[in-house]
């Protein structure tokens, strides 16, 4: 147990300090802070003392040295009961809690106008001294970081015996280092990139901060949690807002990724739906009920319990069409009408995510093998669809509008992909086989099982034909007119061949999009 006597208050971040502060006065504990933080615990009439008054010694070189001080240090770091002589032979009072929170060194080099010397400028120095000099010496000593343990401390303050216990002490050091870890892993990550071109450090330090455990991982048999990245910015389904329903589960969250990563690949009206990591109908519409129609068709059967995700306001038709159509796990969109809410709550269960408008966030994708870490950059289509005709026949308009949507769902299906579209919808997806010719006989059964005709249709390939033609002569007896894949094989001169003698009109994009 910890008798509090003295605190020291130093915070870039003053949520909640005053009313803190205020309440440390009331038990008669005494409290010492610097700088502006002790300028605002002033204004609201709390009494302080500074700390370059507390130490006899100003601060010095435009605030970088203030807290830096063995009577500061001293009073933190002392062992109790153990180095009591020497405090007294020094004059260094005990100093009990220690309520810090670090320089925004991660909003300011956010901003577009940060330079190298202002973001050296943001770097915390006494600041992480203290907290884990404090976090080190918890079995006498309180650390306080977030704004959010503020209650912890005055409840403790306010209990029956007023004091801090040795397990809620050591739990904040926990939160204290992982603070400090996570600042300095913002700083090297930020100065590697100012003298290397590579975006991948020698030392891969990781900072997420854990938004909740989930019931369990992929499996009932696994643990699992979710981690949301610090000081992101865009929309993800980790910062979207549940407006009902259930907590989402780990494959909830990772289907309702991969749905919104796809929608928001289009700028029109759109709708996916999304089964097992692998979007079974992608469709636009003039409305989102429409977009979401046309999606549903694509593959009813395995549409249900499935993702469904907009890029446009969820209105109350669509929201009603959904229910009548289909038993869903989520559906995601920028935002949800108050009439689509009133509409979704017949289903209580149902999980409702609002994103909010904005871009997609973006970052590194890792993917954790055995003894060690794969990271690369996300995957993404270019803001243009660029491509070029190597056949003899070109694709017409409406073609050419096809083929530009069928490439963008393909980049979200699993490979070995193939799409089918015909008018801005998905008519038949084959993902994950072992052959690419596997993967368009299932797209081809799903058209023909929920009753499209291939006819005049084009298909899409995430990466290119090989070994052999084998592929283009059963598209060509489906009806396929148009093809889009990146080319590259050393077999292309007999594929585009091949798409000759059929008459089929072929693009390469020179841009693969494997999605192991």
């Given at each position: 147990?910890?008798t ?49 008054d507390?130490?006899g ?6 605030g ?30 005990a ?43 918890h079995q ?30 050591f ?20 100065l ?23 019931r ?24 979207a ?17 991969a ?6 690949s ?9 089964k097992?990591?692998?979007?079974c ?9 429409e ?15 499935g ?7 969820l ?43 904005g871009?997609l ?34 694709p ?31 008519i ?23 009753g ?5 249709a084009?298909m899409?390939?995430?990466?290119f034909?090989?070994?052999f ?14 093809i889009?894949?990146?080319?590259g ?13 059929h008459?089929i ?12």
């Amino acid at each position: 147990m910890q008798t509090i006597q003295r605190a020291l208050i130093s915070v870039s971040d003053k949520t909640g300090i005053i009313e803190l502060a205020k309440t440390l006065e009331q038990h008669k504990i005494e409290i010492l802070s610097t700088g502006g933080t002790a300028k605002l615990l002033k204004e609201n009439n709390i009494t302080v003392t500074d700390v370059s008054d507390y130490t006899g010694f100003p601060e010095l070189f435009a605030g970088r040295v203030k807290t830096l001080h063995p009577k500061v240090h001293g009073g933190i770091l002392a062992r109790r009961g153990v180095d009591n002589e020497a405090m007294r032979e020094n004059g260094i009072p005990a100093i009990d809690l220690v309520i810090v929170n670090l320089y925004p060194f991660q909003n300011a080099i956010r901003q577009d106008d940060c330079t190298l010397a202002n973001a050296i400028e943001n770097i915390d120095i006494g600041g992480p001294t203290m907290v884990r000099a404090a976090a080190k010496n918890h079995q006498s000593v309180s650390i306080v970081v977030h704004p959010e343990d503020y209650s912890r401390v005055t409840d403790a303050l306010s209990s029956e015996t007023g004091v801090i216990n040795d397990r809620l002490r050591f739990e904040l050091a926990v939160k204290a280092f992982e603070h400090t870890a996570q600042y300095d892993a913002a700083i090297s990550r930020y100065l590697y990139k100012q003298c290397h071109d590579s975006d991948f450090p020698e030392t891969l330090t990781l900072a997420f901060e854990k938004s909740g455990e989930l019931r369990y991982g992929e499996n009932p048999h696994q643990q699992a949690a979710v981690y949301k990245e610090t000081n992101s910015s865009g929309v993800s389904v980790v910062n979207a807002e549940l407006l009902q329903g259930k907590a989402l589960s780990y494959n909830n969250l990772a289907d309702a990724d991969a749905a919104l990563a796809c929608v928001k690949s289009f700028k029109e009206c759109s709708c996916v739906i999304v089964k097992h990591a692998n979007p079974c109908g992608v469709a636009h519409g003039k409305t989102v009920t429409e977009a979401y129609q046309r999606a549903f068709s694509c593959d009813s059967t395995s549409a249900f319990g499935g993702i469904i995700a907009f890029n446009q306001t969820l209105t109350k038709e669509a929201a009603k069409t959904i229910l009548d159509n289909q038993f869903a796990e989520v559906i995601i969109a920028p935002k949800i009408d108050q009439d689509a809410l009133v509409v979704l709550a017949a289903k209580p269960n149902l999980r409702v995510l609002a994103t909010g408008e904005g871009e997609l966030q973006t970052g590194f994708d890792l993917k954790r093998i055995a003894g060690g870490l794969l990271i690369q950059e996300q995957d993404r289509l270019a803001e243009e669809f660029k491509y070029e005709i190597v056949t003899e026949r070109s694709p017409d308009a409406e073609e050419l509008e096809s083929l530009a949507f069928a490439w963008n769902v393909v980049a979200a299906v699993k490979s070995n992909a193939i799409v089918y579209a015909k008018e801005s919808q998905s008519i038949g997806i084959g993902a994950g086989q072992m052959s690419r010719i596997d993967s368009a006989k299932i797209a081809a059964n799903k058209a023909q099982e929920m009753g499209f005709s291939l006819d005049n249709a084009v298909m899409a390939s995430d990466a290119f034909f090989s070994p052999f033609r084998d592929s283009i002569d059963t598209a060509a007896k489906q009806g396929i007119k148009a093809i889009v894949q990146p080319g590259g094989s050393i077999r292309d001169e007999e594929v585009i061949a091949a798409c000759n003698e059929h008459g089929i009109a072929m693009i390469f994009t020179g841009e693969r999009h494997f999605k192991h």
